[in-house]
């Protein structure tokens, strides 16, 4: 194993240690020493990596970003219309706050009032969110009249609150829960013409974009940090 591969998987290994750590302690309460040694390294190794804990939330946070960009970008190759690709991201977020720490932390990060430095996961959950109803409009399949700020501030409120909701009941952040917001908005929001063509509870594209940056995630962190 060369000097790089070690490196990049201790980098991810304290990546994925801190957000656990900022997770159950706040960031606030985080140390150091703990995000070491859950990552199975040394306070050294950390600081080689990393100058300081605003590094290592800022590097969480981009992690974060990152595979919700990822998620994202393949739900719109595998989706018709924005509509559905919007229904389909916000499955996959919700599976990821489910499932995945250092999603969770990218979007605590942003509400924690001891790190005001620079916004979460949830300030680009609310741009992709506006950016697809633009297109939705754009293409003709959003309602008329509609004012897209408010529907982009339902969206985001909703989600989000599902994962505070989450952190003390399972059920909030479950494909059930969301499905029943979706068959709400959803005639409020298409046209008539495109409604019979949307699902709430998501296509296959969700699922397919989720586990494929799963799997660059694990191969990209397999073996024991160096």
């Known amino acids: 194993m060369t000097k790089q591969v070690r490196a990049a998987r201790t980098r991810q290994a304290l990546i994925r240690s801190a957000a656990t750590v900022f997770e ?5 309460q985080a140390r150091l020493a703990l995000i070491s040694s859950g990552a ?51 499955h996959a977020l919700v599976e990821l706050l489910g499932r995945d720490p250092v999603t969770r932390a990218g979007f605590r990060l942003g509400y924690d009032g001891e790190r005001c430095d620079e916004p979460g996961l949830h300030a680009q959950w609310r741009r992709c969110v506006g950016e697809l109803l633009d297109d939705a409009a ?17 969206t985001v409120a909703a989600t989000t609150g599902f994962e505070v909701l989450g952190r003390h009941d399972s ?38 974009a989720v ?13 024991a940090p160096g």
């Open 24 to 28: 159950q302690h706040g960031y606030g």
């Open 40 to 90: 199975n390294v040394s306070t050294g190794a950390l600081h080689f990596h990393f100058e300081n804990k605003a590094a290592v939330a800022q590097a969480v946070v981009a992690e974060a970003s990152h595979g919700l960009l990822e998620v994202s970008t393949g739900i719109r190759r595998g989706t018709d219309t924005a509509l559905q690709t919007l229904v389909d991201t916000s």
């Open 138 to 154: 754009a293409a003709g399949t959003l309602t008329e009249g509609l004012s897209r700020p408010d529907v982009t501030a339902a």
């Open 171 to 208: 059920t909030w952040l479950s494909a059930r829960t969301l499905t029943g917001f979706w068959r709400l908005l959803l005639p409020r929001l298409a046209t008539p013409e495109t409604l019979p063509l949307l699902d709430p509870s998501g296509t296959a594209a969700a699922r397919e």
């Open 211 to 223: 586990a494929a940056g799963r799997t660059g995630r694990e191969t990209s962190g397999a073996g």
